[in-house]
């Protein structure tokens, strides 16, 4: 009978040499993640294995790729992991350092159903975490990973005999020459491609140069401190230095990639950053007149724009919001037949013929190179001042113990829809409509909307504010709106990043 984890062990002692360490909280919405060693140990690590492997077996599945991210622990938290999977009679196959795409590419190459992908993303060092599917291209949503959680935090996990461990080879090779055929430029472009010493940094260089693209590279070295900053595209200070290598080398494109490649950032030729949303909204104008009648998926943090675009609504392209988070806008792009989702973050998603339904930033890089490929004569730049403006902030991000974030959340969706209800305005604007999909987004009545949900993989909240009228109001209603909201929740810390 395998063993009950606990939530309460302290390292260096023979209790945690001997007992799985599982926090429950390391099970969030869409992958499950943790500290390592004060949160999971790697006998945890095991029992989630045999969890993850225990679900499957229950599916009618046995087959699962395994792979791992670039950091001083993944490769032993991978194999702690794969032993959980041969515990509960699986069969492994590991295909090594991978991005998250890879692993994802390597389901369809290797006819495996399943896939558990080591990662920690873009997070600190010191976290580490698996992405984690049964269904290609889809990952595990809330209900998925409820179940390997309980069977987990239950010690229920079922031990069979069988259970097997290959390692597949030239997976990565077959994903980079799959993943290049998706664009092959009609002449050079010079593109910045910038990795933050992550996993990328061993993949996306090739790929770009296979693609035709003159490729500067910006901390592809591996190294797994971080020496400069996480592999974050999302974040300003990946950007910022993105920006300046831009302006260095009089590149036409910088691409940044994070920590398992799964997500793309973008500078453009002037060195100005480009929120993922609004180059969704340059791809999905792009496509349009090729993909008349299109339905665009897009995360509740993303701009209003997709809404009211002139292009979009010419060519009968519509537009769904849906909940943040990989699992669910992948999920809803599949569920419904859209041709491409974005979110905010970066994770593009584009169906066939496009791609393979899964978020993979190489394949958001060939349809960004595709664009500029086909728009030759025009800038980055050009195409992003055609669009309609909007003022949006950066992702701001409170600290919120994972425990009580939640409960925060619903206490302001609470506040936000009383409100409403009682046709009290914010900022001088009546409120349109409260959205609650995903925490709660109010629109107000010249478009601008601003936005409160709990991050789906980190103790933290996440606000994001955008105005239609100037970069002074999407600031004044921060600051004068959202801000001092929250600070009447004692449970709400400090910020990572204001504006």
Known sequence: MPQKPRADLAPNSAAYETTPL?????FREYDARWLLEKEINLLGIQALGLGLGTYIQSLGRRRIVTGHDFRSYSLSVKQALTLGLIQAGCDVVDIGLALSPIAYFAQFDLEAPCVAMVTASHNENGWTGVKMGANAPLTFGPEEIGQVRDIVLSGSGVERPGGTLTRAEGVAERYISDVAKRCQLSAPLKV?????NGTAGAFAPEALRRMGAEVIEMDCDLDWT?????????????LHAMAAAVREHGADIALGFDGDGDRCGVVDDTGEEIFADKVGLMLARDLAPVHPGATIVVDV???????????LASHGVKTVYWKTGHSYIKRKTAEIGALAGFEKSGHFFVNAPLGRGYDCGLT???????MLDRNRGKKLSELKRALPTAYTSLTMSPHCADEVKYDVVKDVVAEYETLAKKGQPIL???IKEVITVNGVRVALEDGSWVLVRA?????????V???TKSAEDMRELFHNEVKPRLAEHPAVGAYNQEI
Do not use: H, Q, W
């Open 226 to 238: 971080f020496p400069r900053y996480n592999p974050n595209p999302e974040d300003s200070e990946m």
């Open 192 to 196: 910045v491609c910038a990795c933050g």
């Open 455 to 463: 991050s789906s993989n980190k103790p933290e909240l996440v606000v």
């Open 465 to 467: 504010v955008e105005s």
């Open 22 to 26: 599982v926090k429950p909280t390391g």
């Open 428 to 430: 001088g604007r009546s």
């Open 301 to 311: 943090k993303s701009t209003g724009l997709y809404a009211t675009d002139p292009i």
């Open 364 to 370: 958001a890089a060939a349809a960004i190179l595709n």
